[in-house]
Each structure stands twice: as structure tokens, then as C-alpha cells.
């Protein structure tokens, strides 16, 4: 099992660009998350599919972010026209759904956005 | 909105001490709690985990719940340098919250 899978490792853009991060979830987990990751804020939820369905995109900034997931194999991070407050490490986790393994989080290694 | 808070922010100790580890949460109904331990570089990976009021014990880690002071705690016996790494507590409603962290380094 190769774990959760993130590309690219690392992206850099510039200003206003726009910018899409990849997500392979572990194969048999429904649930997928999507959280950004800087100094100051910490770790910070965006949102959340379950079995592909959208369930909870509190964290998203609603302007520019969106998220898709069209299958159960991936889940796309868009981010338009980006900011240089947008530069994070994005990481994706995913999860069981039912029992009491279900709430462990099991992360990407991240891609890492850069916005000059 | 819903936080969890961490202290102390940072942490150096010496090999072989005790090290505690502490986190407050603001929802009294969560029913889920964990800590991740995040090696620089790498991604958060899954520590420990408790569901109800108590102390669970995982050779040299203990967490402790307490709902009542809304507080969860971890100690780590015998700290290693191999420790050393950002420390994450997160509690759970329809998703895992997560304070912004405690550094640990560990010296030998």
C-alpha cells in the first residue's frame, strides 16, 4: 500500500495564476480531507468528501478554492487567480468511514505551494 | 468557532526525561481525540487515540482525557532524539480539529 498519494511535491506560481493540487486516497478509504498547513495557523481544515460526496467545505475560502472528487481513486484542489497569502503546504488525509478505526487520518506527504 | 489549543509552543528536553504535552478543546461534544506526531519534512502521522474519559498507555506514551476540564495530555517517558518532531492534538466533531502544535526536540 503506497499510502496517500500528493502531486506535485512542490508547485510555484505566480500571482494570479492558478494552481491545481492532485489527491490519490488510500485505496478502500471513503473518506477523503483536504487541510492547508503554515506556521502561524497551524493546521487548518478546507474541506472533506465522503464516498466522493462533498460533506463539509466550511474551511474553503469561497471565492477561489474548490474541490472536486470525480471518483473514488482521486480528489482535485483547485486554487484561481492565486495569493501569495495562498502559499501553504496543502495536505490531503483519508480515512475508513464506519467503525472505530474510522476517525484515524492517514496524510499525504503534502504539496507544497509557493506563490512569488 | 470551535478551537483547540496547544502549549507549551515549543519544547527542548533532555534524553531520557519526561516530556508533557498539553491540549484544551472547546466542544464538549467531541467524542474523539488524538495526537499526531509530524517529523520535519514529513506528514502527520497518527500517535494515539481515546474515545472516552481516562489514560491509555502505549509503551513509553500515555494519553490522558479529561472531558470534564476539557483537556488531553500526552506524556512521553524516556524521551529519544528520534522524539523530536512537531507534536499535533486534534479533537473530532465532523472533522478532526487540530491545535497548531507543540516542537519538541529532544538532546542527548
Known amino acids: 500500500n503506497a499510502g496517500v498519494i500528493q502531486t506535485p511535491r512542490h508547485k510555484v506560481t505566480g500571482k494570479g495564476q492558478e494552481a491545481t493540487l492532485w489527491c490519490e486516497p488510500i485505496?478502500?478509504?471513503?473518506?477523503v480531507f483536504w487541510y492547508r498547513q503554515t506556521i502561524v495557523q497551524g493546521l487548518e481544515f478546507l474541506t472533506y468528501f465522503r464516498n466522493q460526496a462533498p460533506i463539509d467545505d466550511s474551511g474553503m475560502p469561497k471565492e477561489r478554492f474548490s474541490a472536486q472528487m470525480p471518483n473514488q481513486s482521486h480528489s482535485t484542489l483547485k486554487i484561481q487567480s492565486t495569493q501569495p497569502q495562498d502559499s501553504a503546504v496543502y495536505l490531503c488525509?483519508?480515512?475508513?468511514?464506519?467503525?472505530?478505526?474510522?476517525?484515524?487520518?492517514?496524510f499525504g506527504a503534502g504539496t507544497r505551494l509557493s506563490v512569488l | 468557532q470551535q478551537k483547540v489549543q496547544q502549549s507549551p509552543e515549543s519544547l527542548i528536553v533532555p534524553e531520557g526525561a519526561m516530556t508533557s504535552l498539553n491540549c484544551t478543546f472547546s466542544d464538549s461534544a467531541s467524542q474523539y481525540f488524538a495526537w499526531y506526531r509530524q517529523h520535519s519534512g514529513k506528514a502527520p502521522k497518527a500517535l494515539m487515540s481515546?474515545?472516552?474519559?481516562g489514560e491509555k498507555e502505549e509503551g513509553r506514551f500515555t494519553i490522558h482525557l479529561n472531558k470534564a476540564s476539557l483537556h488531553f495530555s500526552l506524556h512521553i517517558r524516556d524521551s529519544q532524539p528520534s522524539d523530536s518532531a512537531l507534536y499535533l492534538c486534534a479533537d473530532s466533531g465532523t472533522y478532526q480539529r487540530f491545535g497548531t502544535g507543540t516542537k519538541l526536540q529532544v538532546v542527548p
Open positions: 488525509a483519508s480515512s475508513l468511514v464506519g467503525g472505530p478505526s474510522q476517525n484515524t487520518l492517514y
Open positions: 481515546i474515545f472516552s474519559n
Open positions: 485505496s478502500g478509504h471513503s473518506a
